[in-house]
């Protein structure tokens, strides 16, 4: 069956830098548009990043533009997000996903189980 299962969270200072990964079996990664969400508690799961199959095309939310690169390797089956210049407020549960279609689209097929991230002020 599917599965994503995401790495390389933690906590970090305000200013600080983290690289997340997430790890695809039991799919054609290279047939999917990847996409990272975060949930803050309290809070519902908001979009942050999403890359195009092919790694030509990707979105972001204004929150992290310029802060956070998503990228892929189609040949390991995995997905990055290279977190810079944390904030306190990119406090949350990191989730990578899979869909079917544009890198704008919010409905996503599959999801891993996340990965936390705290950021100290």
């Known amino acids: 069956q599917v599965q994503l299962v995401e790495s390389g969270g933690g906590l970090v200072q305000a200013g600080g830098s983290l690289r997340l990964s997430c790890a695809a079996s039991g799919v054609t990664f290279s047939s999917y548009t990847m996409g990272w969400f975060r949930q803050a508690p309290g809070k519902e799961r908001e979009f942050v990043a999403a890359i195009w199959w092919s790694g030509t095309s990707t979105y972001y939310a204004d929150s992290v533009k310029g802060r956070f690169t998503v990228s892929r390797d189609n040949a390991k089956n995995m997905g990055y997000l290279q977190m810079n210049s944390l904030k306190p407020e990119d406090t949350g549960v990191y989730y990578c996903?899979?869909?079917?279609?544009?890198?704008?689209?919010?409905?996503?097929?599959?999801w891993g189980q996340g990965t936390q991230v705290t950021v100290s002020s």
């Open positions: 996903g899979l869909r079917r279609g544009g890198v704008s689209g919010k409905s996503y097929d599959y």
